[in-house]
């Protein structure tokens, strides 16, 4: 189980409501939520021995956000959602290069997920996808030697939406398997010289070197800076 995996909670597994001041009728939207197999996400864990799940509602021009601590590990746990599953809902001038993106990356190596607003929307026939919604996506990177390469198909990915859709494109890449670092702030880190990153895994969340968390050689550092730097991959 990680960061951002979606729990389907079955009607028999039991729950306790963390959000104590929400309206009853967001309360017993839960059980609906249960009922429809509308998934909840896995956040991040105070400890081994406790799960935590979390998901979003939208009541009478309300937004709430709740979260739940099972009494048991869930039984039944998935993959986030994909991101080429929500294309459709993406404004049409983003549609055929988020398709392109999604090949690139897994040309590369690298599953692309959806999160947020747009997974949201997705999952319930809610409203949750506003004109200022990011579009917030997880790219799992399971060949560090390409890191730099998807990094490039990030940066691009990025200012297309932003020039062409007005959609900022925000996320994380996971590394090693369970090390989610957010893409934004670890390219600022590589182009500005900062030396760490905050690091978010299922159960911390800390302040990590980038040599020990990239593990990268100087070479392929330098072949990042300098294709960004003479915007390559604009």
Sequence with gaps: MHRHDL???QPKEAFTLLNAS???SVIQAIDHMIEAK???TVCRQSTSRVSKVATSHIENHCK???ALELSAPPQVVTLPLALETVICSLPKNLQEQTRYFVRQCRDLKA??????SFANQHFTNLPFVT????????ITVHEMDRLADILMAIETFKQFALSVANLRV???VRLHGYEDVSFNELIHAL???IPTVVVKTLHEVELQTIDVLLGWNTDECERFIDARERRLIF
């Design 22 to 24: 929400v309206p009853l």
């Design 131 to 138: 004109p200022t919604s990011d579009l917030d996506i997880l």
């Design 38 to 40: 509308q998934p909840f």
């Design 7 to 9: 729990v389907y909670l």
């Design 191 to 193: 182009v500005s010289d």
């Design 170 to 172: 925000d996320g994380e």
């Design 111 to 116: 599953d692309v997920y959806v999160y947020g």
């Design 64 to 66: 709430y956000r709740l």
